[in-house]
């Protein structure tokens, strides 16, 4: 399983756009790349997932350089209801009983939203 | 759809004791894991199971067991807990083509 590296806190103020980047050197070509989010108190939520190049949706964007070795979660316009931390997750998507989709989650950048 | 119930919410249980977490969901998935959450640790996958009836161990297996006798179900037990187990756990499925898993809101277990 690729592992990932990903800071482990950042601090933003309300409104800016907030860019974690997460490192995943050994990447292997049928993995994906997927983002989760978690409140305290709450379990991980999905956000985005992606291969290659770009992916956006209506809470965030993921950008992928070619060589994948990395990926950047880019969230726009930050307010205080987006503090809460943010998992990195790399592996391939496929599962057939006998596989090891795994689904390893790191610790995460927690994000704090400043007013 | 209520996606995936984990029981009981919040539990103390005495050390030496023997407890099951459930976990049911009701969208299908084949995949459905189980997590604990410590405080500067992250996630941390302690049993997975891809598909009924087949079962896999994750990172921090020792002292839990899991079964998967049907496709909604995936129970975890402790069948002698320590003080060090005490955790929030976490119970997830995921999608046919991987690409969601879904969380229920967790237990809180004390170990006494």
């Known amino acids: 399983l690729a592992k990932t590296t990903q800071p482990i806190s950042m601090d933003s103020y309300e409104g800016q756009e907030v860019n974690i980047t997460c490192s995943h050197n050994?990447?292997?070509?049928?993995?994906?790349i997927t983002w989760y989010q978690q409140f305290p108190s709450q379990g991980p939520r999905f956000i985005i997932q992606?291969?290659?190049t770009k992916v956006t949706n209506e809470v965030a964007s993921l950008f992928i350089p070619a060589d994948r070795k990395s990926s950047t979660l880019s969230l726009p316009r930050v307010s205080l209801s987006d503090t809460a931390v943010y998992y990195c997750l790399v592996g391939d998507r496929s599962y057939s009983g006998a596989g090891s989709y795994q689904l390893t989650f790191g610790k995460g950048t927690k994000l704090s939203v400043i007013p | 759809t209520a996606g995936i119930t984990q029981a009981p919410t919040s539990q103390i249980l005495a050390a030496g004791r023997s407890m099951t977490l459930r976990c049911t969901q009701d969208m299908r998935h084949n995949a459905m894991y189980w997590y604990r959450q410590d405080l500067g640790l992250g996630l941390r996958l302690i049993h997975y199971s891809n598909t009924a009836g087949t079962t896999g161990k994750g990172e921090v297996p020792d002292g839990y067991s899991v079964s998967r006798a049907n496709t909604d179900d995936f129970p975890l037990t402790l069948a002698s807990a320590v003080p060090s187990q005490t955790s929030v756990y976490f119970c997830a499925s995921s999608d046919p083509t991987g690409t969601e898993a879904f969380f229920g809101q967790g237990t809180r277990l004390t170990v006494v």
């Open positions: 050994n990447i292997a070509t049928n993995d994906y």
């Open positions: 992606g291969y290659k």
